[in-house]
């Protein structure tokens, strides 16, 4: 091949439009929105649930758990599945299984294949956060990943907004069922819309990728490689410890939010599912809000501990007050709104994690990291269930049982004591300064 002559100009480098990253990472973050309403969903149907499948709260948690069980299961193998599938086919199938898992749930009679149905959305529903944040490497630069992140955790928590009063109002219309198949039939259009419109990476559509090369093949995944990664990123000490401090920040607000906190709210102010179902919802929005506000100051600062420990420090303490302390309604509503912004710091965690490891460790660290997220969920649902159970004191309403506030707040203790624990484990963490480990 002749040599390009010194006067023959340089092939410049077209990257995407951002009107196309925006839309091709627009779709895997619509996904995400519906991940956090099947996620949600259970916690403003408590009672019909109870109900319809004859159950306690120690079968309700774990119910909802199921979700979080297999949710968890499948990370790490959808880590190494991200290497070797790409975003674009992890997208659709966890679309189109999710639809499946969710039609399941809401036309059957059994509390076992309800379980079931509630683990094939947990395990379909694990490529959701992966793909969002494996879209935003390849089609944006790395200086605004951590934006993107907090935008994608934003329409996360736009989700489980809709899980709240927009779906209690279907749920008392249409019954939980009906409002359920609704649900499916709207996964299931989004995985059509990712077939059609996702693609992996811009080199496919002919424009320059923003991804490091690290992450522009495809490599096979085999159970030797998971384990290979697996064992590679467990060897730096921010993965572990970014790990149990998500699950003691996401975990608390999901669990309350998801299930626990409409109850709770009645127990303690009186309040009807509607009502409750508000106040979950300004938790929501103000977790949402401070998202992309945490990721973008991260950014712009260039340091990831600052922000994070002490938006874990805000946590803990609030959920103590929230818990423990006697304040009105309004007063309460303040503190949860304060204590669910903090929460927004989370979102810090995958760059910061990201960064602490090789770039080509980026889907098992992210995958890591999220395990931590619904480790929460997949201990504090069920266990504060179990501890309900313990102090129940024989109260039934509408064939329901009914819990006083002295039962929840034996139950809360769980979230307390985990939050504290994050708080701890971020300030143990290793800073990275926004730069990518080589």
């Keep these: 091949m002749p040599a390009r002559s010194a006067t023959e100009p340089a092939k410049t480098k ?5 009107w196309l990253s925006w839309t091709v990472w627009g779709i895997g973050a619509i996904f995400y929105l519906a991940v956090f309403f099947l996620r949600a969903a259970p916690a403003v149907m408590t009672t019909e649930l109870m109900r319809d499948f004859r159950i306690g709260a120690a079968s309700l948690g774990n119910l909802s758990a199921f979700y979080f069980y297999f949710y968890v299961a499948m990370q790490i193998p959808i880590g190494a599945l991200t290497n070797s599938w790409g975003p674009r086919k992890l997208l659709v199938v966890g679309a189109l299984s999710a639809a499946a898992g969710q039609f399941l749930f809401g036309v059957t009679d059994n509390f076992a294949l309800a379980c079931l149905g509630r683990a094939i959305i947990g395990g379909s529903t694990a490529v959701g956060w992966l793909v969002v944040l494996r879209l935003a490497a390849h089609w944006f630069p790395n200086r605004r990943f951590g934006m993107v992140s907090g935008l994608g955790l934003f329409f996360g928590n736009l989700g489980a907004l809709f899980a709240q009063v927009p779906l209690r109002l279907g749920v008392e219309y249409f019954g ?3 409002t359920a198949l609704c649900s499916a039939a709207a996964i ?18 002919g424009l320059e990728s923003y991804a490091p090369s690290a992450l522009q093949h495809h490599d096979k995944a085999t159970l030797g490689g998971i384990l290979q990664g697996l064992r590679s990123v467990s060897s730096f000490r921010n993965t572990w410890l970014i790990l149990i401090a998500q699950g003691g920040m996401v975990g608390p607000i999901m ?3 998801g299930l626990w906190g409409a109850p709770f709210l009645k127990a303690r102010f009186g309040l009807e599912p509607k009502a409750a179902a508000t106040i979950c919802s300004v938790m929501i929005i103000c977790w949402a809000v401070a998202s992309p506000v945490f990721g973008g100051f991260s950014d712009k600062i260039g340091k990831r501990r600052p922000a994070y420990l002490i938006g874990s420090l805000v946590c803990a303490i609030g959920w103590i007050v929230m818990i ?3 304040l009105p309604l309004f007063a309460f509503t303040g503190v949860a709104a304060i204590t669910s912004f903090a929460t927004g710091c989370v979102i810090i965690a995958f760059a910061y994690a990201r960064e602490s490891v090789p770039a080509r460790h980026m889907g098992t660290v992210t995958a890591t990291t999220n395990i931590g997220n619904m480790l929460g969920n997949v201990l504090l649902q069920p266990g504060i269930g179990m501890l309900l ?5 024989g109260a039934t309403f509408k064939g329901a049982r009914v819990y006083g506030v002295e039962a929840y707040q034996t139950g809360f203790v769980l979230i307390v004591g985990w939050s504290l624990l994050s708080f701890v484990s971020i300030a143990l963490t290793k800073e990275t300064f926004c730069r990518q480990l080589d």
């Design 324 to 326: 423990y302390v006697r």
């Design 14 to 18: 077209v990257y995407p439009p951002s």
């Design 255 to 257: 669990t309350f939010t």
């Design 188 to 205: 299931l259009a989004i995985g059509v819309l990712a077939w059609l419109i996702v693609r992996d990476d811009p080199a496919e559509k």
């Design 176 to 178: 939980w069922r009906g």
């Design 389 to 393: 159970d313990r102090h129940w004191t």
